[in-house]
């Protein structure tokens, strides 16, 4: 049995994990901002399996919680084996060009309060010497685009972050997996009519998700095919790149 922490628990990706767990009986304590959905989701995981589920409901743009949440986590699980921060929001891109406070409570809540988790959950883990922190990325930091920069350059901050904490935590034994989505049919993408054959179910994503972290993977694409599609975008030169309309 795994002691499994969930950041962002009420997040459909972060769903579709938590119910693998809870079928493979997985111990879980859940953190999101929606005290009425994580009782929702909590009882649905039990059903599933999970012989113990705590929830606490906490808005993760607070910084300062931060270490009691990892802490009430520890507490509550007796020690953490795995760590998912999966909270995140996508906002329009047009409203943050005009609104820019809107622009940096996007980037707060992406990249800020993201580290910050990620650095309270490395510390303990560090000193245990052991342990899995995975983390959702996206494509999107792969490379600024006009139409979703703001949010693209938040995970491109924490795909930095998380490839520094993977170096740092190496020799402690903890592994930190960065998972980077493409599209996901999820909330954060409904107000999308047409979803195209790149757009991935949450269930595929879960299951990739709980594997890469089982085999304490580095970086994944999620699905595997957007690796080479980001290769390629990453490739095409500047001076081409500023003029298409991406
Ligand atoms: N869907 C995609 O196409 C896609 C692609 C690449 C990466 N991702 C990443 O995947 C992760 C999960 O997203 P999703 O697709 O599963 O979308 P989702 O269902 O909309 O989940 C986003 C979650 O983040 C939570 N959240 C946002 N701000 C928060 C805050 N301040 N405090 C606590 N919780 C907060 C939301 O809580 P509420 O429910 O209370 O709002 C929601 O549970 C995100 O990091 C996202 O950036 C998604």
């Known amino acids: 049995m795994k002691r499994i922490v969930v950041f962002g628990a ?10 693998i767990w ?3 009986h997985d111990a879980l304590f859940l953190v999101g901002r929606n005290a009425e959905r994580l009782e ?53 891109q047009m409203l943050l060009r005009e609104d820019i406070s809107l622009a940096v409570e996007s980037i707060h809540v992406n990249f800020v309060s993201a580290a910050s988790l990620l650095s309270h959950l490395a510390n303990l883990m560090e000193k ?23 949010y693209g350059a938040a995970k491109a901050g924490l795909s930095a972050f998380a490839s520094g904490l993977r170096n740092r935590l190496q020799k ?12 996901v049919d999820t909330p954060m ?15 595929a994503v879960g299951r990739a998700i709980v594997r890469a972290i089982d085999r304490r993977k580095d970086v994944v694409y999620v699905p595997g ?18 003029r298409l309309s991406l």
Not at 134 to 148: F, K, L, M
Not at 225 to 242: N, Q
């Open 10 to 19: 009420t997040s459909a990706i972060a769903q579709a994990c938590a119910r």
């Open 22 to 24: 809870a079928g493979r």
């Open 40 to 92: 929702a989701v909590a009882g649905d995981l039990k059903v599933r399996g999970a012989p113990k589920v705590e929830f606490l409901a906490h808005d993760l743009a607070d910084l300062e919680a931060h270490e009691r949440l990892v802490g009430r986590a520890d507490e509550a699980l007796g020690g953490i084996d795995v760590a998912l921060v999966a909270h995140g929001v996508l906002g329009d």
């Open 128 to 150: 245990r010497k052991g342990g899995t922190i995975a983390v959702i990325s996206s494509v999107a930091g792969d490379r600024g685009r006009q139409s979703n920069y703001v």
């Open 172 to 183: 402690s034994g903890v592994s930190v997996v960065t998972i980077k989505p493409g599209f």
């Open 189 to 203: 993408t409904a107000h999308i009519a047409k979803k195209g054959p790149l757009f991935a179910h949450p269930d």
């Open 225 to 242: 095919f957007w690796r080479p599609i980001m290769w390629v975008i990453r490739s095409i030169p500047e001076r081409i790149f500023k």
